[in-house]
């Protein structure tokens, strides 16, 4: 009996806590809207909060685009440290 409420009480706490990073995700967008509106007034406020509320992230990079910026920034370095920046660089930024 305590087993089965146990896994009760799991089960909802995990059902409760999943709107919460939703909202998280939320606030953090409208407080990042927030500062960038600072020194707008009015009807030009409003209409720059909903554009920016409304705004879909960017797209991530493609592998092949990935490529191209890396190769860009490697340029100058050879052997062993361009081996290494590449590895890095390729690494470090997640493709679509």
């Given at each position: 009996?305590?087993?089965?409420?146990?896994?009760?009480?799991?089960?909802?706490?995990?059902?409760?806590?999943?709107?919460?990073?939703?909202?998280?995700?939320?606030?953090?967008?409208?407080?990042?809207?927030?500062?960038?509106?600072?020194?707008?007034?009015?009807?030009?406020?409003?209409?720059?909060?909903?554009?920016?509320?409304?705004?879909?992230?960017?797209?991530?990079?493609?592998?092949?685009?990935?490529?191209?910026?890396?190769?860009?920034?490697?340029?100058?370095?050879?052997?062993?440290?361009?081996?290494?920046f590449m590895k890095s660089c390729?690494?470090?930024?997640?493709?679509?």
């Amino acid at each position: 009996m305590k087993i089965q409420s146990l896994v009760a009480a799991v089960l909802l706490g995990g059902m409760l806590a999943s709107p919460a990073f939703a909202a998280n995700s939320q606030q953090d967008k409208m407080k990042a809207c927030n500062t960038q509106a600072a020194g707008k007034t009015g009807d030009e406020r409003k209409a720059f909060m909903k554009d920016c509320l409304s705004a879909k992230p960017a797209k991530a990079m493609t592998q092949q685009e990935k490529m191209k910026a890396c190769n860009t920034q490697a340029t100058g370095k050879k052997g062993d440290d361009r081996k290494a920046f590449m590895k890095s660089c390729l690494s470090s930024q997640p493709a679509a």
